[in-house]
């Protein structure tokens, strides 16, 4: 995922650009420029490989400024990481676009435009953007006129930012499956892709939706809709309590993080989804090349991230039909290992710097395996850098030590996995693909209405109050989940916690079930809901009391020792993600009755990196 930042103003803007670079910089980064229109009347830019500090470096020892600029830290998806990819892009030294996102036609619209004499100096997809504009011009000479007509002939996903020498009084903004924000200032307005980006300069937001084109001057902004129709957008003013680091109205940061599911999850779907495909080079340049060849995957992980893989292990081998294996970091690093041919390893990690997870990683280098792919949300991580392909999550700063944002960011970009394996391979059912991008898109809503449960679950966790011991049941895909609802309960409650395949409680573990041991059931509508049924009326033979998370469609129903809580019906391949919601408010609230630490639990740290 990439970061722009772009200012208009009365001012020098280079210094700002460059702050909000260097505040975009952990979503990853491979290369930065900018380019500003100097007070000579041209445009200039600097592009540098590597960190922003090395941009920052560059302008410091050769100095430019001027009131109207754009800037890019950029995560190659064409082209390799290097100066001549880097952005921004020019044509003809006098229009310059910086651009996230993905142009799927690229390579026909650059035969093209080849055909029209273009001469292209990066292999980049966003510089064909750049020569379609200023092509456009030739017969469209109002730049906010020819940005609408170029974006026509584009397919795939972008936010883009535009200055032009011969227009100087304006920044142009496009957005199409890649967020952008408008930051109001006075006598001064700013672009960039997150609001984060921008908050050294204004505290005012406006967030352009999808089709949206603008016009940014000094002292004003026109928005045009999808349709091309003149529109208003709200403006949101933020406080310092919308900040990652400020719990704002929350009472604990574990509870805001929970909420901000939607948001995170729509973040990381943004810009990876076609009209009815994944994106396969949202991964990487050379993704779709090593892809092919996968034939196994290997994952790798600790603790939530863990239990993360183990769900992408159903999606892997039901979905995309490819052989899995799942293996706790710690392990693997000391384990003899013998790598299948052609094995992709994975790893997960929200930090990136997970020492154990880190060294499995090294050590698999000199294994023999196909690739590696980092999973992560931290884009200047260790990880990262060591990994030959990353898929970065969006799910921002998490506070809480107990995961909650990170794990459900992870299983989205492990869903994109699975289908962008099983597309390139050709091994993904008919149909399935189209049917569970349109999910996804429709996953923030749901996990919206997921959140809308927390007053029946806080009200469920007064069940927990004298408890000490709690077993989580599972079948399936929702096993992982039931691991991971105890893991939540245990760090942050206390309360001994575990998790079984429901069909194994005859195997051992009903010998624990009395009155005094609560059994947490997760019941999606599938095809094991009536196994698992069975599975619970062992429990109530044995007196055991019942809490069970079941779809309002189950047709499951409240009686003596059972306590069922309807969750919102979804396509059963996402539903690993929507049954964690529950499980996550259900480990607060029991937490918050024991009155313990919630955000930062005894014996626990954020980021584990000594092994």
Not at 239 to 257: N, Q, S, V
Not at 302 to 326: F, K, N
Not at 384 to 401: H, K, M, N, Y
């Amino acid at each position: 995922m990439c970061g722009i930042v772009g200012a208009v103003a009365e001012r020098n803007i280079t210094t700002i650009l460059i702050e909000g670079l260097k505040r975009l910089e952990y979503r990853g980064y491979d290369s930065a420029g900018l380019a500003v229109f100097s007070q000579q009347g041209t445009l200039e830019r600097r592009r540098r490989i590597g960190k922003v500090s090395e941009l920052e470096a560059a302008v410091g020892a050769d100095p430019l400024a001027g009131q109207l600029g754009i800037a890019h830290t950029r995560w190659a998806t064409h082209g390799a990481p290097t100066e001549h990819n880097a952005h921004p892009h020019f044509s003809a030294q006098d229009l310059a676009v910086v651009h996230n996102g993905i142009i799927e036609n690229h390579e026909e619209l650059r035969e093209k435009l080849k055909g029209l004499g273009y001469v292209f100096s990066s292999e980049t997809d966003t510089e064909v953007i750049v020569h379609l504009l200023h092509h456009t011009l030739k017969t469209v000479p109002d730049l906010v006129d020819a940005l609408k007509a170029a974006v026509k002939q584009l397919h795939g996903a972008y936010g883009l930012a535009v200055i032009s020498a011969h227009q100087p009084d304006r920044l142009l903004a496009a957005r199409s499956g890649s967020p952008l924000v408008i930051g109001l200032g006075h006598g001064e307005n700013f672009l960039a892709s997150d609001q984060l980006a921008l908050r050294q300069v204004t505290d005012r937001f406006m967030y352009l939706e999808e089709g949206d084109i603008a016009e940014i001057r000094r002292d004003q902004v026109t928005i045009w809709d999808l349709a091309g129709h003149p529109v208003q957008r709200e403006t949101v003013q933020y406080h310092e309590g919308a900040e990652a680091a400020d719990k704002g109205t929350y009472r604990h940061f574990m509870l805001k993080e929970i909420h901000e599911q939607p948001t995170v999850v729509q973040r990381t779907l943004e810009g990876r989804l076609g009209k009815d495909h994944v994106m396969v080079q949202a991964f990487g340049p050379q993704a779709a090349e090593l892809f092919a060849k996968v034939r196994n995957v290997q994952i790798v992980a600790c603790g939530t991230s863990y239990h993360a893989g183990m769900v992408a292990r159903y999606w892997l081998e039901e979905l995309a039909g490819i052989p899995c294996q799942v293996e706790v970091a710690s392990e693997f690093r000391y384990r003899k290992v013998v790598v299948q041919p052609d094995t992709l390893f994975v790893s997960i990690s929200q930090s990136g710097e997970t020492a154990d997870t880190l060294a499995a990683l090294r050590n698999a280098k000199e294994l023999g395996f196909l690739g590696s792919l980092a999973i992560c949300n931290v884009g200047i991580s260790s990880l990262v850098r060591e990994s030959d392909l990353t898929l970065l999550t969006q799910a921002g700063p998490e506070i809480g030590v107990a995961s909650t944002k990170a794990f459900t960011t992870q299983l989205v970009s492990l869903m994109l996995l699975t289908l962008s394996l099983g597309q390139v391979r050709g091994t993904l059912k008919a149909g399935v693909e189209a049917e569970l991008v349109e999910e996804l898109r429709r996953l923030p809503t749901r996990l919206g209405e997921a959140l809308a449960m927390d007053a029946i679950v806080e009200k469920t966790a007064e069940l927990f109050a004298d408890k000490h011991h709690t077993l989580f049941l599972g079948r399936g895909a929702q096993f992982p989940v039931a691991m991971e609802g105890a893991l939540k309960l245990k760090e942050i409650s206390y309360i001994h916690a575990e998790a079984y395949p429901a069909g194994e409680l005859k195997h051992g573990p009903l010998a624990l079930v009395d009155s005094d041991m609560p059994v947490v059931t997760v019941a999606p509508n599938n095809e094991l809901l009536e196994k698992l049924k069975s599975n619970l009326q062992e429990v109530r033979a044995r007196g055991g009391e019942l809490i069970v998370f079941a779809d309002e469609n189950a047709g499951m129903s409240n009686g003596e020792g059972t306590h069922v809580i309807a969750v919102p019906h979804i396509i059963d391949a996402l539903a690993p993600i929507l049954y964690t919601i529950p499980l996550q408010l259900l480990s607060y609230y029991v937490a918050v009755l024991k009155g313990t630490d919630v955000d930062q639990p005894r014996n626990l740290a954020k980021s584990v990196t000594v092994e």
